[in-house]
């Protein structure tokens, strides 16, 4: 099947630094990934659509200069989240679009700003 | 509109019995959903999915029904077994959405010995 993964797996930074978060479809090649946010005991919400080679669509709400995603190759998109705040604290998953519809979730990193 | 969950609920079930978990969708321009299951800690797992021209499809121990008339899906869990015990999530796309998912509040499956 196919296999998304995430690095770090978890992360904790001190306030106003910035971190970035990797999503890797390992045995599939993916031109559309997408990048959730999930808060304890809620449900996933979409932050953006990232898009190999154009830049990312973002949901209505979410802050593009603060979630910085990029989508340099087919197999790879990163998350940067920046001058990082208590309030980012949550659960960031990835997934990435193998074929015309199925997506495959990578396990999620964990951030925890200080 | 979107689904957010502010809280889960809980359906509590003993071991071997059957599990019914619901989920009421938003768009009746959707046309593609899908039923997920999140261990805790780690990112969706993909269960069974069902296209709007179906009402029903089968899977290993699992049964999606979907009922377009009052925008309701269901995933029937037959036995169920400790190891189903998760978060269940239903999401919902439509064609021309751009692939997106829009993912309902989630119902937290506890299963007993």
């Known amino acids: 099947g196919a296999v998304v993964s995430q690095h770090p797996s978890w992360v904790i930074c001190k306030s106003g630094t910035s971190v970035k978060i990797e999503c890797r479809s390992l045995?599939?090649?993916?031109?559309?990934m997408f990048w959730y946010r999930q808060f304890p005991k809620q449900s996933l919400m979409l932050m953006a659509t990232?898009?190999?080679?154009?830049?990312?669509?973002?949901e209505q709400g979410v802050e593009k200069d603060k979630f910085l995603i990029n989508h340099a190759s087919l197999t790879l998109s990163t998350l940067t989240v920046t001058s990082a705040h208590p309030e980012d604290s949550s659960f960031y998953i990835c997934?990435?679009?193998?074929?015309?519809?199925?997506?495959?979730f990578g396990p999620g990193t964990r951030l925890l700003v200080l | 509109g979107e689904s957010v969950g502010l809280h889960l609920p809980t359906l509590s079930v003993q071991e071997g019995d059957n599990s019914i978990i619901n989920c009421a969708y938003s768009?009746?321009?959707?046309?593609?959903f899908i039923w997920y299951k999140q261990e805790s800690g780690k990112g969706p797992q993909f269960i069974i999915d069902i296209r709007s021209n179906m009402d029903k499809r089968q899977g290993q121990r699992v049964t999606v029904l979907l009922n377009k008339t009052v925008k309701h899906l269901s995933l029937q869990i037959a036995a169920t077994q400790p190891g189903d015990s998760a978060v269940y999530f239903c999401?919902?796309?439509?064609?021309?959405?751009?692939?997106?998912?829009?993912f309902g509040a989630g119902t937290r499956l506890a299963v007993h010995p």
């Open positions: 045995d599939f090649q993916a031109t559309t």
């Open positions: 999401a919902e796309s439509f064609s021309g959405g751009y692939n997106k998912l829009i």
């Open positions: 997934s990435a679009l193998a074929g015309v519809e199925t997506q495959y």
């Open positions: 990232s898009n190999e080679g154009s830049k990312a669509t973002y």
């Open positions: 768009n009746s321009a959707s046309d593609y």
